[in-house]
């Protein structure tokens, strides 16, 4: 069974850090894309960031370019997700999800695997 896990979530003031994990189960991530989705309360979910298949392209949603980071390690089946400077606008259940193929990254039907969500909440 294809399954993602995303951990590394918590509460943690503006201008901390956090770093997502989004680890996979019952296939080889090495072969998949993956993006990095959030949704807020009462907003919808939107992307923020997407690494490729040889990590030799990766994508950000404006707001956080040059904050967040997104990485993999196909070694150890992960991928992760670096967030710095964090504001409270962050805030928002996190989700990872993987693709085989697609046209555009930011497109959540695109993908094929959804992990569960980790929460982050940035607050003083």
């Known amino acids: 069974q294809l399954q993602l896990v995303e951990s590394g979530g918590g509460l943690v003031q503006p201008g901390g850090s956090l770093r997502l994990s989004c680890a996979a189960s019952?296939?080889?991530?090495?072969?998949?894309?993956i993006g990095w989705f959030r949704q807020a309360p009462g907003k919808e979910r939107e992307e923020v960031s997407y690494i490729s298949i040889s990590g030799s392209r990766t994508n950000y949603e404006d707001s956080v370019k040059g904050r967040f980071t997104i990485s993999r390690d196909d070694a150890k089946n992960t991928v992760y997700l670096q967030m710095n400077s964090l504001k409270t606008e962050d805030s928002a259940i996190y989700y990872c999800?993987?693709?085989?193929?697609?046209?555009?990254?930011?497109?959540?039907?695109?993908?094929?695997?959804w992990g569960q969500g980790t929460q982050v909440t940035v607050s003083s």
């Open positions: 019952g296939f080889t991530l090495a072969h998949y894309a």
């Open positions: 999800a993987a693709r085989l193929y697609g046209r555009d990254w930011y497109n959540p039907l695109e993908y094929d695997c």
